[in-house]
T-cell receptor
Framework: RKEVEQDPGPFNVPEGATVAFNCTYS??????FFWYRQDCRKEPKLLMS???SGNEDGRFTAQLNRASQYISLLIRDSKLSDSATYLC???????????FGRGTSLIVHP | DVKVTQSSRYLVKRTGEKVFLECVQD?????MFWYRQDPGLGLRLIYF???????EKGDIPEGYSVSREKKERFSLILESASTNQTSMYLC???????????FGDGTRLSIL
């Protein structure tokens, strides 16, 4: 079983739609969680951290479910510019070595 | 803002050459990492370092070595380049445990 799993997609949605991605992790000792965005042929960029209580940044909402060992990313009112690959990242407690998912591809069309 | 700078965006080398990829970060981060990214395989960790002169193997260290003589600089060395090392190479740094990584722009390396 992979340590961090994501549905590769692609998720193909119209502008204005709401879309959600999940990411499951296998290490129950994981402590830190992040979502990154990666555009084609570019480097990953930190989108947001994921906190236990859930957190929101504009149109983006991240949530953590420790019992079921997954994190989620919700994007409301999708824009064309949201088209990218979204990477889930998990770090075990007391570690500095992250585990990356392979990413979920999102395509927002007019 | 954290700045991670990789020495080259694009690089073309020949089989058997010794190749140096340089990475510099300006935020006094403790941890530095080298990854390669290939289509369908995601990010794979080659080596990492948690302090000056310290280095640890990642998941795919074969054919690579690293050097960290100064805190801000982490170099990746391909001892004898081979065509299967053609890839996108990404350097990252993080402040300390459990903190997110910040990436450089990446180096697209082609070995002919």
């Amino acid at each position: 079983r992979k340590e961090v799993e994501q549905d590769p997609g692609p998720f193909n949605v119209p502008e204005g739609a709401t879309v959600a991605f999940n990411c499951t992790y296998s290490n129950s000792a994981s402590q830190s969680f992040f979502w990154y965005r990666q555009d084609c042929r570019k480097e990953p960029k930190l989108l947001m951290s994921v906190y236990s209580s859930g957190n929101e940044d504009g149109r983006f909402t991240a949530q953590l479910n420790r019992a079921s060992q997954y994190i989620s990313l919700l994007i409301r009112d999708s824009k064309l510019s949201d088209s990218a690959t979204y990477l889930c990242v998990v770090i075990p407690g007391g570690s500095y070595i992250p585990t990356f998912g392979r990413g979920t591809s999102l395509i927002v069309h007019p | 803002d954290v700045k991670v700078t990789q020495s080259s965006r694009y690089l073309v080398k020949r089989t058997g050459e010794k190749v140096f990829l340089e990475c510099v970060q300006d935020m006094d981060h403790e941890n530095m990492f080298w990854y390669r990214q290939d289509p369908g395989l995601g990010l794979r960790l080659i080596y990492f370092s948690y302090d000056v002169k310290m280095k640890e193997k990642g998941d795919i260290p074969e054919g690579y070595s690293v050097s960290r003589e100064k805190k801000e600089r982490f170099s990746l060395i391909l001892e004898s380049a081979s065509t299967n090392q053609t890839s996108m190479y990404l350097c990252a740094s993080s402040l300390e445990d459990n903190q997110p990584q910040h990436f450089g722009d990446g180096t697209r390396l082609s070995i002919l």
